[in-house]
C-alpha cells in the first residue's frame, strides 16, 4: 500500500494569500504573492528589517496562526476534489503539516470539513523538512522546495 503526504500551506491552503492581506491591512501595504516567493519570505519585507531576522520570522509565523485560528485561510480551487480522488484510489493519504503548535487542531481539522477536504489522519509535524521525511511516507506532495533534497539525503 502506497502511503501519501499531503501538505497544508501552499498546497491545499491558500496560507500566503491571507497573511498577506493581514499584513498588507496591518501595514497599509500592496505586497502580493510573489513578495513571498523565497523560502524564508519573512526577511521580504521592508517594514520588518528593523527586527532581526528571528523576530521577522516569528512575526510572520504568528500571522499565519492568527490568520489559520480566525478562519480566514480559504483552500486552492480544486483541493477538495483533489483529495476525494486520491483517497479513492490511495486510502492512506494523510494531511501531514507543520503548521506551527499556535494553530489549534481544531483550526485545522474545521477548516478541512467546511470546505469538504478529506483525509484518513491529520498528522502534525514538528516543522517541515528533514521532520516531515522522518514520518516515512512513499509519497509527498509539498511546496517545501528543500524537502526533495531531504528524502534523497534520508532514504537514498
Given at each position: 500500500m502506497t502511503r501519501?503526504?499531503?501538505?497544508?500551506?501552499g498546497v491545499l491552503a491558500q496560507t500566503v494569500e491571507a497573511v498577506l492581506e493581514d499584513y498588507n491591512a496591518h501595514w497599509n501595504t500592496s505586497?502580493?504573492?510573489?513578495?513571498?516567493?523565497?523560502?524564508?519570505?519573512?526577511?521580504?519585507?521592508?517594514?520588518?528589517q528593523h527586527l532581526s531576522e528571528p523576530k521577522r520570522r516569528?512575526?510572520?509565523?504568528?500571522t499565519m496562526d492568527r490568520v489559520w485560528n480566525e478562519g480566514r485561510v480559504k483552500p486552492y480551487p480544486g483541493a477538495s476534489q483533489f483529495m476525494q480522488e486520491?483517497?479513492?484510489r490511495e486510502?492512506?493519504?494523510?494531511?501531514?503539516?507543520?503548521?506551527?503548535q499556535g494553530t489549534t487542531d481544531e483550526a485545522i481539522t474545521g477548516w478541512l470539513d467546511r470546505h469538504g477536504i478529506p483525509y484518513r489522519?491529520?498528522?502534525?509535524?514538528?516543522?517541515?523538512?528533514?521532520?516531515?521525511?522522518?514520518h516515512g511516507y512513499d509519497i509527498y506532495v509539498d511546496d517545501d522546495p528543500v524537502l526533495a533534497i531531504d528524502i534523497?539525503?534520508?532514504?537514498?
Open positions: 501519501y503526504a499531503i501538505d497544508l500551506d505586497y502580493k504573492k510573489d513578495a513571498m516567493a523565497r523560502w524564508d519570505f519573512w526577511n521580504s519585507f521592508t517594514e520588518l516569528d512575526y510572520m509565523l504568528r486520491l483517497l479513492a486510502p492512506y493519504t494523510d494531511i501531514l503539516t507543520g503548521r506551527g489522519q491529520l498528522v502534525r509535524s514538528r516543522g517541515g523538512g528533514v521532520n516531515k521525511v522522518l534523497e539525503e534520508r532514504w537514498p
